[in-house]
């Protein structure tokens, strides 16, 4: 069965870094896009970037552009999200989500567990 | 950003009685190359991920209960819950997918009256 579980989260002083993992299981990882989603009691979920299948496109929500990079190893069955210049802001659940189809900004149709992420001095 | 405003933030049903949640977006999110809504449906419950329920939103996801079903289009979208089981219980969360960046609407917690 589909199967992503996270990893990496924890506390972590502003300013700075995390590396997130997700490792993918029961499908061929290679044929899809994934992404990143966050989710705080006050945002509410939050999408955070995206990785195509091929890993050649990749995006983020503006306040995640320049700070973190979306990234995968095919070859491991593992997506990342490499987490830089943290900000008390950024504290939430990070859960990475397969998308659907075979582009790359469609609907989400498994997610993981979630990794939780706190910035705070 | 496409905005997606959800409404009610809350409510709560008898046990087999229809929850209606409503959806609208700042735009639309129609493609206009298939005709379909750029629309999606999930459900979460305590300490679970989000559950996709619905996309294209009317079409149901493998395995998902007949009891939800999803309506709309252009901007204003309904998820059905048609009889509602203990089970039920959840925050349910819209998303759109017409264009980056995927926005999800801020939930409406459904409950047991």
């Known amino acids: 069965q589909v199967q992503l579980v996270e990893s990496g989260g924890g506390v972590v002083q502003p300013g700075g870094s995390l590396r997130l993992s997700c490792v993918a299981s029961g499908f061929p990882f290679i044929n899809y896009a994934f992404h990143w989603v966050r989710q705080t009691p006050d945002k509410g979920l939050e999408w955070v970037a995206v990785?195509?299948?091929?890993?050649?496109?990749?995006d983020y929500t503006d306040s995640a552009r320049g700070r973190f990079t979306i990234s995968r190893d095919d070859s491991q069955n593992t997506l990342y999200l490499q987490l830089d210049s943290l900000r008390v802001e950024d504290t939430a659940v990070y859960y990475c989500a397969r998308d659907a189809q075979p582009g790359y900004g469609d609907w989400l149709d498994y997610w993981g567990q979630g990794t939780m992420v706190t910035v705070s001095s | 950003d496409v905005v997606m405003t959800q409404s009610p933030g809350s409510l709560a049903v008898a046990l087999g009685e229809r929850a209606t949640i409503n959806c609208k977006s700042s735009q639309s999110v129609l493609y206009t190359s298939n005709n379909k809504n750029s629309l999606a449906w999930y459900q979460q419950k305590p300490g679970q991920p989000p559950k996709l329920l619905i996309y294209?939103?009317?079409a149901r996801e493998s395995g998902v209960p007949d009891r939800f079903s999803g309506s709309g289009s252009g901007t204003d979208f309904t998820l059905t819950i048609s009889g509602l089981q203990a089970e039920d219980v959840a925050v349910y969360y819209c998303?759109?997918?017409?264009?980056?960046?995927?926005?999800f609407g801020g939930g409406t917690k459904v409950g047991i009256k």
């Open positions: 294209w939103a009317s």
């Open positions: 998303q759109q997918y017409y264009n980056f960046p995927l926005t």
């Open positions: 990785i195509s299948y091929d890993g050649r496109i990749t």
